[in-house]
RNA sequence: GCGCCCGUAGCUCAGCUGGAUAGAGCAUUCGCCUUCUAAGCGAACGGUCGCAGGUUCGAGUCCUGCCGGGCGCGCCA
């Protein structure tokens, strides 16, 4: 409906410049808004203000020929200029209630759009290291992304959802090396944990699973695991200098093909864990795509020869730099380290290269906010490539801030007793977590309330919205027990009958549907969505405590009904948006 | 020090990409169940939109400068 309108309002000012009646340069975009008063109409626009001074008109006469040009429409009640020269459309009451009808035939369709035209748009999204579990941290990175990728898809887009797995480099040699520490001990061998290795639970976990199949085969000794190796932290040496040359002993002592099965086993049992968990919450990925992949078929080298040859790289200390200072970035980045190994940020290169060959129209990364300073060289390195930056969008997710009982609740990965995304589901529910993470808008801190997460009352939004879907369902239970039946074709013919304010209110609220699922997929903002849920079941509950719905008269009793079928039915295809389920009873 | 994000009611936050009298929820106070689920509804109370300038018909929204908070500034990933 908005979309008609606009085009209604557009093709007035076009006829009015080919009448020569306004300059062709001031042919503007229309835009429409929803009014906040009631009395401004359903839609207004403000294009008579912005046109005035172009065209050198008085905002509320050029209103009035923009109105004239307009003339009767079926649609369209009346048209006001109000105030200094706004626009007001008020829609006939016909086209206000055809919005019922729509609802129930489109289904679970309705307020799908067709505004990404099939675009292929890849989100990327978690892509947390595999080297342990996922915390809540990467929770609201999980629901965020899953929530957008629903919305793009439902504004036309065809979305292909990611995960990379960074199943290369070092933090997965130290995990490997983690869960041998821990086999070792569990062979019995008294060997210092190292102070920058992987300290859950889950890594003895791994270490049991080596150590039921191979036994204490793979054993070696103190002596031969430590001799020699420089002091770790608490002995008052340095940590990373410390693990990177147990890395390299631990490698010596096993061979290559036994230090690749104990980091393959790190590396299997940890996605597989991370690929359960976000099943479990109703998050599911189009692909896993492997980092180390990227390596093994070239593309970092190809990549990095690709700028060579462009000569944005040069030698410093031995390492290989890329000039990505002259692309917007603060300073040069290394693509290669002195001892020959290229760098993460080399293989993300090839990666957003790689997806950029893969003919994605756009991407969307979206990643925690600490990881903001990695943006600039990221799309230097796309300019450097001549990839289009803007076809590149980074989303940054805020940190969550668990609370409970008032109380902030604290994590710490180095303890190894963070909270797991895991944990809190199993605590709050999938629902309510899912909800949570997407109701504030990305960009902000969220407070995570575990207490109001879990309450069953109105206080708690999910629940306040799932009850509205279960009280429609409760109302057509209690029809068919009052051995009354529902004729949906008389109520949306005597869609007349709702008259009430209540009723208008629901239905101006089901009309914006459609067009808040394209502002939010356009903005990526899926908390638009959570936001318009709780004003409509708030609006349905309102009514339901005004109203009753089962009435003698059947004309009137179809119309409320088809309305609360139509309202059920938004609230479904809008929870289903952010992975919250829908039920029919509570 | 530099960069990014955020400052809106006591608290947590919206504010539709510059519009009309700044809105919700919670908290507080007062009402509503012999009637389709009270997991609900109604009402009241509550604001120098961090501060100061600027842009214009019009600014919570855009620009500049301060103040306050978060995060980031590795040959880690």
Redesign the pocket.
């Known amino acids: 409906m908005k979309n008609e309108i606009e085009f209604l309002i557009q093709s007035a000012i076009i006829s009015l410049v080919n009448a020569g009646a306004l300059p062709e340069e001031v042919a503007a975009e229309v835009?429409l808004?929803?009014?906040?008063?009631a009395k401004?109409?359903d839609y207004?626009t403000?294009i008579a203000?912005?046109l005035?001074?172009p065209a050198r008109r008085k905002?509320r006469e050029l209103a009035e020929a923009i109105v004239a040009v307009i003339g009767e429409d079926a649609r369209i009640e009346r048209i006001e200029i109000?105030?200094?020269g706004?626009i007001?459309i008020h829609l006939s009451p016909a086209a206000r209630q055809a919005v019922i009808g729509e609802i129930l035939a489109a289904a679970e369709n309705y307020g799908r759009s067709r505004l990404g035209a099939g675009r292929k748009v890849q989100v990327e999204f978690v892509s947390a290291?595999p080297t342990g579990p996922l915390h809540v941290g990467h929770g609201r990175g999980a629901a965020y992304g899953a929530a957008l990728a629903e919305l793009l898809a439902a504004a036309g887009f065809s979305v292909h959802r990611e995960y990379y797995v960074?199943d290369?480099?070092?933090?997965?040699d130290i995990l490997a090396v983690s869960v041998w520490m821990r086999y070792l001990q569990r062979c019995g061998i008294d060997v210092p944990f190292p102070a920058n290795a992987y300290k859950g639970d889950y890594v003895r976990e791994y270490a049991e699973r080596l150590y039921t199949q191979e036994g204490d085969g793979w054993a070696v000794s103190r002596q031969q695991l430590l001799d020699n190796l420089p002091p770790d932290a608490p002995e008052g040496g340095d940590k990373?200098t410390y693990i990177d040359a147990l890395i390299a002993r631990v490698r010596e002592l096993l061979g290559d093909n036994r230090y690749r099965f104990v980091f393959e086993l790190g590396l299997n049992l940890t996605l597989d864990d991370i690929r359960d968990d976000l099943a479990a919450f109703g998050v599911e990925y189009d692909e896993w795509f492997s980092?180390r992949s990227l390596t093994e078929r070239g593309r970092v080298n190809k990549v990095i020869e690709q700028l060579r040859d462009a000569n944005l790289l040069y030698e410093?200390?031995?390492?290989l730099w890329f000039r990505s200072s002259e692309f917007g970035d603060?300073?040069d980045?290394?693509v290669q380290?002195?001892?020959g190994?290229t760098?993460?940020?080399a293989?993300d290169i090839a990666y957003h290269l790689d997806k950029f060959e893969r003919g994605f129209e756009r991407v969307i990364d979206i990643w925690g906010?600490?990881?903001?300073?990695?943006i600039?060289r990221v799309m230097a390195a796309l300019t450097a490539l001549g990839i289009e930056a803007e076809r590149l969008d980074v989303l940054?997710v805020?940190?969550a801030i668990l609370y409970r009982g008032g109380e902030r609740v604290q994590m710490s990965t180095r303890s190894g007793s963070f909270v797991t995304l895991r944990e809190l589901r199993e605590e709050v529910g999938k629902d309510a977590a899912r909800f949570f993470y997407v109701?504030?808008?990305a960009?902000?801190?969220?407070?995570f309330d575990l207490d109001l997460a879990k309450s069953?009352?109105?206080?708690?939004?999910v629940?306040?919205i799932q009850?509205a879907h279960?009280?429609v369902?409760?109302?057509m239970?209690?029809?068919a027990e009052r051995g009354l039946a529902h004729d949906r074709a008389r109520g949306l013919a005597h869609l007349d009958r709702l008259t009430s304010t209540h009723e208008q209110a629901l239905i101006n609220l089901l009309g914006r549907y459609p067009?808040l699922i394209e502002?939010a997929a356009?903005?990526a903002?899926p908390?638009?969505i959570a936001?318009y849920l709780?004003?409509l079941?708030?609006g349905f509950?309102?009514?339901?405590?005004?109203?009753?719905?089962?009435v003698e008269d059947a004309e009137l009793r179809d119309a409320r009904l088809d309305l609360c079928l139509a309202v059920q039915q938004v609230i479904c295809n809008g929870l289903h948006l952010l992975g919250v389920s829908a039920p029919?009873?509570?």
Do not use: C
């Open positions: 835009t808004s929803r009014p906040r008063e401004h109409g207004a403000s203000l912005q005035a001074k905002p109000a105030g200094p706004f007001n290291n960074n290369a480099g070092r933090q997965m990373e980092e410093k200390n031995g390492a603060e300073k980045r290394v380290r002195d001892n190994q760098t993460y940020f293989s906010a600490d990881h903001h300073g990695y600039p940054l805020q940190f109701m504030r808008a960009s902000q801190h969220l407070d069953q009352s109105a206080d708690n939004p629940y306040y009850y279960a009280r369902a409760s109302v239970r209690q029809l067009e502002s356009l903005a903002e908390h638009q936001q709780r004003e079941a708030q509950h309102t009514w339901y405590n005004a109203e009753q719905f089962i029919e009873t509570m």
